[in-house]
């Protein structure tokens, strides 16, 4: 009785050892490199042996490949051995393989291996001790094995296999830009234009457009010669025209064809309809669209705006390529975009905001502590957090701001003067900088 139990435990112990060496190695190899190598540099021994063990994959492999087979022989030696002396030769083979065959398979390979994917980084740093000892331990068998495969390797790839993919994961790359800046050499810019190149993928038409109330666009019987002073005015290339309701947009004006029509030689005069030179192709997308795939139509196309319309059909804002480029790169200014764009400093740690204004491009000028909602622009935020439209004057204190509305109408807010705290010191300013990047990452 008491050679069972030893017999038993003897089983369980190579079942554990064999756990050990195929979960640690599928979890050295699902570990994200960039991640221990930051450690590694950060002073980690673990990291640095796994980075070890990673950069000699043949003999990683060697090791918990003759590790495990070990293991496995062992336990299924003992196993047989002692079902023969309870059950007899024949039955006790039998039992034996019932009972070894899912023990293997569900304790020495299954159930570790799910465990340690999960968990990958984590126990790849603590089970890199083992596997290194386990290599050393068995190293004539190990090094006779890696020689095998490492010239086994290259005789199938051309010398090829050995070759570490220069490729970094996603989510390594999200690792690398939560890092601080005198932790890695990628500068805040290029941070923020990889986070904004990561996340384009879940940017739909409806988050970048410019909602009809701010479109600003023309009736179909709109004269040529007050159509020039608009287009004057806004310094626009390119209007919606419109039937009836500003929602039936029928066509597109270009100013190089207004102008075309103003000077030509034989145009028409300035009191005619603009529908004398009004582009009648339209390239209207559903507000649901992925933002990267209407870029790519657009491209192919040859057209640089399009008009947004909801499941009814009606018109319900205009995107451009340049909104669709801001996305990426951030705001993007020309020489007839309003001086200061959408806001200027009025004073010390005050900022006139207009409205319409996004959140991300709000935190990119000043540190604001605004939660995530259902709402995109300053404005949406206001109404949120107010629940009405407010009048001149009024004002809201969230987080670490003071809002002034200071103008607005019966439909909604116009422009918010933005007050911050006065600080002691710098260090006071980078620690409500950092709550906001805090904020931006999750």
């Given at each position: 009785m008491g050679n069972n139990l030893f017999s038993v435990f003897v089983i369980f112990v190579c079942l554990g050892l064999e756990g050990l060496?195929?979960?640690?190695?599928?979890?050295?190899?699902?570990s994200d490199i960039n991640r221990i190598r930051q450690k590694a540099r950060a002073g980690s021994r673990s990291a640095k042996l796994a980075l070890k063990l990673l950069d000699r994959p043949e003999w990683l492999m060697a090791t918990t490949s003759t590790g495990s087979n070990i293991c496995v022989v062992t336990s299924t030696v003992i196993a047989t051995s002692m079902f023969m002396s309870m059950f007899g030769a024949v039955r006790g083979e039998f039992v034996s393989a019932v009972v070894m065959i899912p023990l293997v398979l569900v304790m020495g390979e299954i159930i570790p291996k799910s465990i340690f994917q999960q968990?990958?980084?984590?126990?790849?740093?603590?089970?890199?001790?083992?596997?290194?000892?386990?290599?050393?331990?068995?190293?004539?068998?190990?090094?006779?094995?890696?020689?095998?495969?490492?010239?086994?390797?290259?005789?199938?790839?051309?010398?090829?296999?050995?070759?570490?993919?220069?490729?970094?994961?996603?989510?390594?790359?999200?690792?690398?830009?939560?890092?601080?800046?005198?932790?890695?050499?990628?500068?805040?810019?290029?941070?923020?234009?990889?986070?904004?190149?990561?996340?384009?993928?879940?940017?739909?038409?409806s988050r970048i457009m410019v909602p009809l109330s701010n479109v600003t666009a023309l009736q179909e019987n709109a004269t040529l010669g007050e159509t020039g002073v608009l287009v004057e005015e806004k310094g626009f290339s390119r209007i919606p025209v419109y039937r009836d309701r500003i929602y039936n947009i029928t066509g597109i004006l270009h100013c190089f064809d207004l102008l075309k029509a103003l000077h030509g030689k034989a145009g028409p005069s300035e009191d005619d309809q603009i529908t004398s030179c009004l582009r009648p192709t339209v390239f209207y997308v559903p507000e649901t669209k992925p933002a990267g795939e209407l870029l790519f139509e657009l491209q192919r196309s040859g057209e640089q705006m399009a008009i947004v319309v909801d499941e009814y059909g009606g018109a319900v804002g205009i995107v451009t390529i340049e909104d669709i480029l801001e996305e990426i790169v951030g705001e993007i200014e020309d020489e007839y975009d309003k001086e200061g764009g959408s806001y200027k400093r009025v004073g010390p740690r005050k900022y006139l905001f207009d409205a319409q204004i996004r959140i991300d491009r709000l935190r990119e000028i000043i540190p604001l502590e605004i939660p995530a909602g259902d709402y995109e622009t300053l404005g949406g935020f206001l109404l949120h957090k107010m629940g009405k439209i407010p009048e001149r004057s009024e004002t809201l204190r969230q987080g670490n701001a003071i809002y002034v509305i200071e103008d607005s109408d019966m439909?909604?807010?116009?422009?918010?003067?933005?007050?911050?705290?006065?600080?002691?010191?710098?260090?006071?300013?980078?620690?409500?900088?950092?709550?906001?990047?805090?904020?931006k990452e999750h």
């Open positions: 060496f195929s979960g640690g190695e599928l979890a050295l190899v699902a968990h990958a980084e984590f126990i790849a740093l603590r089970v890199s001790w083992f596997i290194w000892a386990a290599s050393w331990a068995l190293y004539p068998v190990v090094f006779v094995i890696s020689r095998i495969s490492r010239g086994a390797v290259y005789i199938f790839t051309g010398g090829k296999g050995g070759a570490r993919s220069p490729y970094i994961t996603r989510d390594g790359l999200k690792f690398l830009l939560r890092k601080e800046r005198d932790e890695s050499d990628i500068r805040s810019s290029e941070k923020e234009m990889i986070r904004r190149i990561l996340g384009f993928s879940e940017v739909t038409v439909k909604s807010i116009k422009e918010v003067l933005v007050v911050l705290p006065a600080v002691d010191s710098d260090a006071g300013y980078r620690s409500q900088k950092q709550k906001t990047q805090n904020l």
